[in-house]
């Protein structure tokens, strides 16, 4: 496998989308578990920019079974498929530890990348990633369905309407009855635990509204089954705040039921709080002064995400999740571990 630095600088040129007979682009799935079954492959279904033209797992029976269902060719190797498939980009829903690999085969055919979070594993792995992109002429956004929800992009406009914001109380919450169950118990394969998997999104958002903080204080539990033996955090609470003022706290448990997702922000003039459909404006005494809500109809969201991917392959639309971007999650990310490993806490942008 080629790196990007051995690539003919004449080749590393983005290519023009592969429209194809129906005026869409075309698009493959890696990875078909329940993520890409339940989530993508719908999705793709119900695109006006994308169809699906192919499919690839590791499993052949995997393969097999869904290759007769979706009526498309199989593979179970990404190299191979991007060899014998004109495709435009690549749904990427695989486990952490392999997206290394997948994204690097899309780059050598410079094939564009919709990829599942996290972006990557570690800080060094990201920045790895987001030079071999830019040298390769791909676009890899991350899947972060809540900037495309409409309640979630109003929540700046009634934070603006709250006066001074100083605090945030924030938690994303569930319940996996095994959390050392297969590959996202191992912090070696998952790159970590709840942090980098579930709470990623929960991390998007933080930075989204507020921006990196200046510090982070986290503690993290892998005991929330002692009868187990895994290393990857089910639960953590991390501090963080910011030069300005505002600091904040967020929860995330893959162990804490029920499944609940929560930010409040809390102003000199009033808070907003905003929940999985609903957002709603209180007084600082509680009195809800306005209501949002919204009842998503399947699979919208899935599909407005790979709309919008197609317009940036176009270069209609920017990138809202690019590597650069993913870049700040992960120094988040790796300011929790290290600070859990410290005890102190970490400033992201001091990182290496």
């Known amino acids: 496998m080629q790196s990007a630095a051995s690539i003919p600088a004449q080749v ?32 793709l ?41 004109n495709l435009d980009f690549i749904v990427v829903t695989v486990p952490h530890d392999a997206g290394q690999s997948v994204i690097s085969a899309a780059a ?3 094939v564009h990348v919709l990829k599942e979070k996290p972006f990557a594993t570690s800080l060094t792995e990201a920045r790895e990633l ?22 979630y992009t109003s929540f700046l406009q009634l934070a603006d309407q709250i006066g001074v914001p100083f605090v945030v109380d924030a938690h994303y919450t569930l319940h ?43 503690s993290l539990s892998a005991r929330a089954r002692p009868d187990r033996v895994y290393n990857a955090e089910d639960t ?25 997702e929560q930010i409040r922000l809390v102003g ?15 007084t600082n005494g509680g009195e809800v002064i306005e209501s949002l809500s919204r009842d998503q109809s399947w699979p919208s969201a899935a599909t407005s995400q790979i709309d919008h991917f197609c317009r940036v392959i176009e270069g209609l639309r920017p990138n809202l999740s690019g590597p650069q971007q993913n870049l700040s999650h992960l120094r988040f990310i790796a300011a929790c571990y290290s600070s859990a ?3 102190m806490p970490v400033n992201p942008e001091e990182l290496s």
Request: net charge negative; aromatic share 6%.
């Open 12 to 43: 590393l040129r983005v290519r023009e989308p592969n429209i194809s007979r129906s005026g869409k682009l075309r698009a493959g799935v890696v990875g078909l578990g329940k993520q890409a079954l339940e989530d993508h492959i719908p999705g």
């Open 341 to 343: 490993a410290s005890g």
């Open 176 to 218: 996996v009855v095994d959390p050392s169950d297969g590959w996202r118990g191992q912090s070696e394969r998952a790159g970590g635990g709840c942090i980098i998997d579930m709470g990623y999104h929960l991390v998007d958002m933080i930075l989204w509204y507020f921006g990196l903080p200046d510090r982070v204080l986290a």
């Open 108 to 110: 050598e055919h410079h």
């Open 130 to 151: 987001a030079a071999l992109c830019e040298g390769a002429g791909i676009e890899v956004m991350v899947t972060l369905q809540r900037r495309f929800n409409p309640i």
């Open 268 to 282: 000199s003039k009033g808070i907003v709080e905003l929940e999985r459909g609903h957002l709603r404006r209180l």
């Open 236 to 260: 953590a609470l991390i501090h963080f705040s910011y030069d300005g003022g505002m600091y904040g706290s967020l929860l995330l448990s893959r162990f804490i039921g029920p499944k609940s």
């Open 45 to 85: 279904a119900a695109s006006d920019g994308a169809e699906l033209v192919a499919v690839c797992d590791e499993s052949s029976s995997v393969v097999r079974e869904q290759r007769e269902r979706l009526n498309v060719p199989g593979y179970t190797s990404v190299e191979t498929m991007l060899a014998a498939e």
